[in-house]
């Protein structure tokens, strides 16, 4: 369903500026121009000669828990394309483009009035991931006239844009679409059942909203009118800090994504997944963390009955709030835990399910994994020092030097920190040219997973994935035959 084409099909556009971000809460982060006429995407293309063959195109879909962020974000400081082109192999040259999407209570309202609304799209929700579509399918018809080859489209994406570009691979109408996706610290990820609604939950979280605005009614264009014509600022206030989630409704979005994957509906992409050795915070939020707060945390979102089993692989019993204690700190302990549960086992369960339906043939070709740490004196939030959620963002755009100009951080374009970013660009821009890394970056194998790891002291190396997943499968398991009974959900053994 392509709303832009069906609504304007004769619609031409001069686009020689940002376009508005779309409507979304008040935060410390600056977004600028904000209108619900806001989906626009932006192209950055290089210089080339005008017989060059066409290039390939790298679509970057930001992050900000689908409740915050802009494609202009911090322009020049994030996500800026210019900087990206200008830092790539010089024999590689591609295209960038950024996107707008709904967000927040704009991108996943779920009403049985809204499905009665439009009979021919018997769901609701998931309008991010609409959107995308409709910007993919806009760019697979249009790109060929900026040089780009529609054949040829990767996505890459971070944090929540990092769990789409992975969820987009198992929803109705992408197919043909891309060929590669790169997740960058896809928080919460997609082998993880509580990043979804089902639609009851997502039902019974869209009808509180329509409650609290004081729209109920019997008639459902009454309903549907009530909530057009509140305001924004209402609406998004009554949403609170409620987490935006896809929805699993049985049709768009029909399937969890490893059971996707499992019952070959999935599209047949190559898949790149990674995070940030300090993605999670846990010891700068929790310096002095004990035992009975480590329970206490790791309670919030794991059930009873699975702790032991924790506290038990862990070795939690003995760990230590003494800032001196290192690896056995309770802190560190529950980042690795963490760490584990909510990136690595994730990543290694949607790898382990393609290895299940598609052999070793698949995994040799398309199935590549990292971990990523940065310099330690060009932190995203100053003085941490540590490689958190969001810092690779400057070195993966090439963007460091717009960061010092501005003064924001202690960090400096010097030639070490140039070569590491051009070095991480170097791959990511191959990733676009040719869906997988540059050669030194051995593919997943189940039998002995391996994940690189990007530094920028020791280079990049590959490195051992010795975690033990399997308890965390089992909850895994346990929980989305709960979350979505009208799946069918068996997870299959790890591979071995």
């Not at 969890?256 to 599209?267: C, D, E, F, R, V």
């Not at 002995?448 to 089992?474: A, V």
Request: proline share 6%; net charge negative.
């Amino acid at each position: 369903m392509d709303l832009a084409s069906k609504m304007f099909p004769n619609f031409s556009l001069q686009a020689t500026s940002f376009g508005p971000c779309c409507p979304q809460p008040k935060t410390d982060t600056y977004i600028p121009e904000q209108d619900e006429q806001c989906l626009y995407l932006n192209i950055y293309k290089p210089i080339v000669p005008s017989n060059h063959s066409l290039l390939p195109v790298f679509v970057w879909i930001h992050g900000g828990a689908h409740k915050i962020g802009c494609s202009s974000q911090s322009i020049p400081l994030i996500y800026n394309g210019t900087n990206m082109i200008a830092n790539s192999p010089s024999d590689q040259p591609v295209i960038i483009i950024t996107i707008n999407y709904r967000l927040g209570v704009l991108a996943d309202m779920f009403l049985k009035e809204l499905i009665e609304e439009n009979p021919e799209w018997p769901t609701a929700g998931n309008y991010m991931y609409l959107d995308m579509l409709s910007a993919l399918r806009w760019i697979k018809k249009n790109i060929h006239d900026y040089g780009g080859d529609p054949s040829n489209v990767s996505l890459f994406g971070q944090s929540s844009g990092g769990l789409s570009v992975t969820d987009l691979g198992a929803v109705k109408g992408s197919t043909d679409l891309y060929r590669t996706a790169l997740s960058q610290s896809g928080l919460s990820s997609p082998g993880t059942y509580t990043s979804y609604y089902s639609t009851n939950d997502a039902l019974n979280c869209s009808n509180s909203v329509v409650q609290r605005l004081n729209c109920t009614n019997e008639d459902k264009q009454k309903v549907l009118s009530c909530i057009r014509n509140s305001s924004i600022e209402d609406i998004f206030t009554i949403y609170g800090d409620r987490y935006t989630k896809p929805i699993i409704d049985n049709y768009f979005f029909p399937l969890y994504p490893p059971l996707a994957i499992q019952n070959g509906q999935y599209n047949n992409i190559s898949l790149i997944m990674g995070n940030n050795d300090y993605d999670l915070t846990v010891c700068l939020d929790y310096p002095d963390m004990n035992y009975t707060q480590a329970i206490d945390l790791i309670s919030q979102s794991i059930e009873k009955k699975w702790i032991p089993s924790i506290v038990d692989y862990y070795h939690l019993q003995n760990c230590s709030s003494n800032r001196m204690a290192n690896n056995s700190r309770c802190c560190y302990i529950v980042l690795s835990m963490a760490t584990d549960k909510l990136f690595d086992c994730d990543i290694r369960r949607i790898f382990n399910a393609f290895y299940l339906k598609y052999g070793p043939q698949y995994e040799r070709n398309k199935l590549f994994s990292y971990h990523l740490n940065c310099y330690p004196q060009c932190p995203v939030v100053p003085e941490e020092g540590i490689c958190r959620h969001s810092a690779e963002l400057p070195f993966v755009f090439g963007t460091i030097s717009d960061f010092h100009s501005e003064e924001l951080f202690n960090c400096t374009w010097d030639n070490p920190t140039r070569v590491f970013s051009n070095e991480i660009i170097a791959h990511w821009i191959n990733i676009a040219t040719t869906g997988r890394p540059l050669s030194q970056w051995s593919s997943y194998d189940p039998s002995s997973p391996r994940h690189f790891h990007i530094t920028p002291d020791q280079g990049f190396l590959s490195e051992i994935w010795n975690r033990n997943c399997s308890f965390f499968d089992d909850i895994e398991a346990e929980g989305a035959r709960e979350a979505f009974k009208n799946n069918h959900y068996v997870i299959k053994q790890t591979p071995k």
